[in-house]
C-alpha cells in the first residue's frame, strides 16, 4: 500500500511564508505527476500546483503564480510545496496527492492516491 504523508501546516501571518513537505511511504510504483490540492470550509477542493516526475517540470492554478513553487526530491520520494506572500484567503487545508497514469493532472479525478491534508492558517 502507498502513503502520502503532509506536514509543516500552520499559523502564520499575511505575508510571511510556509513550506509543505509530502513524503511518500511503502512505495511501489513511480507517479507520473504529484500534486497538491487545497479546500477551505464550504468550498470545493481546488488544484494548486503539479509537478511532473520524470521530466521535474512544474504547473500552476493561476491563483498562486509568482507566489507558491513545488518542487520534489527523487532520494527522499518527497514533494514540497513552498508558499510566499501568503494572503488569508490562502487559509485551507492542503492536501498531497499523487497519480500514476496522467501526465500534467489538474482534476481531482485524475490522481489515484491522497495525504490526510495539513491545516494553513493565514491570519490578517
Known amino acids: 500500500q502507498v502513503q502520502l504523508v503532509e506536514s509543516g501546516g500552520g499559523l502564520v501571518q499575511a505575508g510571511g511564508s510556509l513550506r509543505l513537505p509530502c513524503v511518500a511511504s511503502r512505495r511501489t510504483f513511480g507517479s507520473v505527476t504529484m500534486g497538491w490540492f487545497r479546500q477551505a470550509p464550504g468550498k470545493e477542493r481546488e488544484f494548486v500546483a503539479g509537478?511532473?516526475?520524470?521530466?521535474?517540470?512544474?504547473y500552476y492554478a493561476d491563483f498562486v503564480k509568482g507566489r507558491f513553487t513545488i518542487s520534489r526530491d527523487n532520494a527522499k520520494n518527497t514533494v514540497y510545496l513552498q508558499m510566499n506572500s501568503l494572503k488569508p484567503e490562502d487559509t485551507a487545508v492542503y492536501y498531497c496527492?499523487?497519480?500514476?497514469?496522467?501526465?500534467?493532472?489538474?482534476?481531482?479525478?485524475?490522481?489515484?492516491?491522497w495525504g490526510q491534508g495539513t491545516q494553513v492558517t493565514v491570519s490578517s
Open positions: 496527492a499523487a497519480s500514476t497514469g496522467v501526465i500534467g493532472a489538474r482534476a481531482e479525478r485524475q490522481y489515484n492516491y
Open positions: 509537478v511532473i516526475w520524470s521530466a521535474d517540470s512544474t
